[in-house]
């Protein structure tokens, strides 16, 4: 992996002044790449999230015994990545993929709060991508901290599409957590090997990162630069949530309407809900505007 040093590094502007005004969300939005929203949800809206994929990982062997699972602390000894772990085992994709079929993971993104901030943002009536991801760094490689990136190059479609990350708990400096390289989206679309390199970044870079407390939402452009920061910890999971929204009539690529990995069809994830979830296949009842790319 190749991570850029952070050399010039300020805290995160807080955006609550532009809540309920969209002309400045959106300006603000433009000029930084992003909007940082401290304490948008209740903590009690999280932390079932965290419970309930904490819980996952703990049957599937990952947690360390007689500590609380809520606490996130991994089995001695254990580390994976299902981003490099190539191939990924089959266990792991079975550990993942109980995350994807939880109920409360896949209607995390639909939050009333964050669903009205997007449509405020976007300005138009808003589609949430259902290949809604969880993020699970363990402590102990930081070779595999995420390169700095845009996410247009996996995502597609509009590039007027938004990256509401969340963290499942706090995020210390320890553990680590995002960084956004602000205004880098006025850059527009780059070449992903010049980005992920870090040939298009330098030292006057100025980067935004603040440590997270749970119930803090950070939304960001799909061509704002980004990257992981290390999690330092001996032995703390790090866990967040990401979900792209774009306005319906938009370009949407027609990967993004599967599960992340595609390690199992939603038939399989979907197979212990109620047979008339609402939830299940939402997506088909919209009117979307469905792109295949190469």
């Not at 191939?87 to 792991?92: E, K, M, N, Q, R």
């Not at 995002?178 to 010049?194: F, H, K, P, T």
Request: proline share 7%.
């Amino acid at each position: 992996m190749t991570r850029v040093a952070m050399r010039n590094v300020e805290p995160f502007v807080d955006c609550r002044d532009v809540l309920g005004n969209p002309a400045r969300l959106q300006a603000r939005a433009a000029a930084n790449g992003y909007l940082y929203f401290p304490g948008l949800l209740p903590a009690a809206d999280v932390l079932p999230v965290r419970h309930d994929v904490l819980q996952v990982a703990d049957r599937h062997g990952l947690l360390r015994a007689g500590v609380e699972p809520d606490a996130g602390i991994r089995k001695e000894g254990v580390y994976i990545d299902l981003e490099y772990d190539k191939p990924t085992p089959p266990a792991l994709q079975r550990f993942y993929n109980d995350i994807l079929s939880l109920r409360s993971f896949n209607a995390f993104p639909h939050h009333a709060t964050v669903m009205d901030l997007l449509e405020a943002l976007i300005g138009a009536p808003t589609f949430v991508h259902p290949r809604h991801i969880c993020h699970v760094l363990f402590p102990g490689r930081f070779d595999h901290t995420t390169e700095p990136h845009q996410d247009f190059h996996p995502v597609r479609g509009t590039r007027d599409t938004w990256t509401v990350w969340i963290p499942l708990g706090d995020i210390d400096s320890d553990l680590g957590g995002v960084a956004i390289a602000c205004g880098s989206n006025q850059r527009g679309y780059l070449d992903n090997a010049l980005v992920t390199s870090g040939h298009v970044l330098d030292d006057e870079t100025v980067w935004h990162w603040s440590p997270f407390r749970c119930g803090d939402v950070l939304v960001f452009n799909s061509l704002t630069i980004h990257q992981g920061r290390d999690n330092i910890t001996a032995d703390t999971i790090r866990l967040s949530t990401s979900a792209r929204y774009q306005a319906i009539g938009e370009p949407v690529d027609a990967a993004a309407l599967q599960p992340h990995w595609r390690w199992a069809d939603w038939e399989e994830l979907y197979a212990g809900w109620e047979q008339d979830d609402p939830l299940k296949y939402y997506w088909q009842a919209l009117d979307l505007n469905i792109r295949t790319y190469a």
